[in-house]
């Protein structure tokens, strides 16, 4: 059964940087597509950025183009997303899932989630 185990969120200044993690078991990483979706308070989950099995394809929402980029290692059984020129409107639960087959940019089309990491940023 896959799992899915983010990291590295928590409280940083408008302006400045981090970088999530999420570690995949249970299943052959290579053969899926990974995303990451946040949700803010009150609100519905959205897509924020997506890569294929090789990490060659890559698609973002249009609201973080510029500045978070996502990455996968399939050695490590890791996907990360790199968050620079955080901006309060950013803050949210950012979410990892994973869909056995190509890259979506729907909640829909991922079949298996993370518990969250929580990002906060201030103004």
């Known amino acids: 059964q896959v799992q899915l185990v983010e990291s590295g969120g928590g409280l940083v200044q408008a302006g400045g940087s981090l970088r999530l993690s999420c570690a995949f078991s249970?299943?052959?990483?290579?053969?899926?597509?990974m995303g990451w979706f946040r949700q803010a308070p009150g609100k519905e989950r959205q897509f924020v950025a997506a890569v294929n099995w090789s990490g060659g394809t890559r698609s973002y929402t249009d609201s973080v183009k510029g500045r978070f980029t996502i990455s996968r290692d399939n050695a490590k059984n890791t996907v990360y997303l790199q968050m620079n020129s955080l901006k309060p409107e950013d803050t949210a639960v950012y979410y990892c899932a994973a869909r056995l087959g190509p890259i979506a940019t729907t909640k829909n089309y991922f079949s298996n989630w993370g518990q969250g990491t929580q990002v906060t940023v201030s103004s």
């Open positions: 249970g299943g052959t990483f290579s053969t899926y597509a």
